[in-house]
């Protein structure tokens, strides 16, 4: 038997990353699926952007960096949190990383311990309970109700809190449930949080896919929460930059120092070309995101119309952000189809897979049994042919 670290043998692949796998896989061995599994932009990176890494790549900006990014590159991101979100950070405040995911790991690792428990809202993405628990940390789920729009409500989070609770996951809009906080909700949340000494982590990856304007940010709502609270963002989503690898964090200068020891202990800069890239993103035209968050909105009215009308399926939100529905499939669970029975979301998405060709994720990872998530960042003609099979599929299943 391979005697691996305990915390590492505890944990299970990322189950969004398992997903978009296996449709690869799939697809070399020449079948047809179609994936509403990953949460990627399908469309290009803009050619400004991929210009900037050329000409930095002949520039001869192919060595190291500082471990959190060139200056430049902090002070776009300086200039970024300042434009989009109303929020002053000094540059030692701010560090660059591969992926807001990297900056999260980092922040989680330097600021939480063994004893310590952070609370996750659920519904919640995946990764955040397996980066808390790798660093040895305990994540304490707090249920959201679907009749509550999946969204945190004060007394709940209230009554999570222990002497124990170091920090809170925020994410928002929500992967995977789209749901936006309006300033007053998170008003009456931040209300909660004030004056204690819990972390507040907010995950903005999806700020810009929001179809009813530009959401608030907490900290801008209740500036009390910057001096215990970090915000994390990435340009995958925003900028369709999702191999480029480029995130990033800010909050109080310790915590970020922390970071930066550690990033530079376990991997160093982000790479020096990417960054380039980067600040030529932030820094650069931002008309560009409009036409992709127009297709995600048509999008977005689309398959909430096509997911209702699967049989079983239910969607009681509309989605108001971010690029995933997470319809509650509870009403099939108990059918079958050839022996395969479908006992929970998971179970539905590897149904799906078989019968469908069609990739989805299930619902256990993000907290919701009796879910699947279904990513709607590819084009109309997918998403079409996608729910005609899922249709297809959904109706050969029998109690
Ligand atoms: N965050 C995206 C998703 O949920 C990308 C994959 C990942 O890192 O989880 O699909």
Request: aromatic share 6%; with cysteine; charged share 20%.
């Amino acid at each position: 038997m391979l005697k691996l670290n305990r915390r590492i043998a505890a944990i299970k692949p990322s189950a969004t990353l398992a997903a978009d796998a296996r449709a690869t896989e799939m697809k070399l061995a020449g079948i047809d699926v179609i994936s509403l599994a990953a949460g990627e932009p399908d469309f290009d990176t803009p050619v400004h952007i991929k210009e900037a890494a050329h000409a930095a790549m002949s520039a001869g900006q192919t060595k190291y960096t500082p471990v959190g990014g060139t200056a430049a590159l902090k002070q776009a991101i300086q200039q970024k949190l300042k434009r989009d979100n109303h929020l002053d950070y000094e540059l030692n405040e701010i560090i660059a990383s591969a992926g807001a995911k990297q900056a999260e790991a980092n922040l989680i690792n330097a600021l939480f311990d063994e004893g310590d428990e952070v609370l996750i809202p659920t519904p919640a993405w995946v990764s955040f309970a397996a980066m808390v628990s790798l660093a040895g940390a305990e994540p304490k789920f707090v249920p959201c109700a679907e009749s509550n729009g999946f969204m945190l409500e004060p007394d709940a989070l209230r009554r999570a809190i222990t002497p124990r609770t170091r920090g809170i996951m925020l994410n928002s809009p929500s992967n995977p449930t789209g749901a936006v906080y309006g300033a007053e909700q998170l008003t009456a949340i931040a209300k909660v949080l004030v004056g204690t000494e819990i972390w507040v982590m907010s995950d903005d990856v999806y700020e810009h896919v929001v179809y009813n304007g530009l959401p608030q940010h907490i900290f801008n709502l209740e500036p009390r929460l910057k001096d215990h609270g970090i915000v994390f963002n990435s340009l995958s989503k925003t900028y369709a930059m999702t191999g480029w690898r480029i995130g990033f964090a800010a909050g109080p200068r310790g915590a970020i120092a922390a970071a930066n020891r550690l990033q530079s202990q376990n991997s160093g800069n982000p790479n020096s070309v990417t960054q380039a890239a980067a600040i030529e993103a932030l820094t650069g035209p931002q008309e560009v995101l409009r036409p992709m968050v127009e297709a995600f909105h048509q999008r977005r009215d689309l398959v909430v119309e096509r997911v209702r009308r699967i049989r079983g399926f239910k969607l009681p939100n509309v989605p108001q952000g971010a690029f995933y529905v997470f319809p509650n499939v509870s009403e099939l669970l108990g059918t079958s189809f050839n022996g395969k029975k479908i006992i929970d979301g998971d179970s539905l998405a590897s149904f799906l897979l078989d019968e469908a060709h069609v990739s989805v994720v299930g619902g256990n990872d993000f907290g919701a049994a009796d879910h699947v998530r279904l990513s709607y960042a590819t084009s109309v003609e997918n998403l079409n042919k996608a729910f005609d099979r899922i249709e297809q599929a959904v109706a050969k299943l029998k109690k």
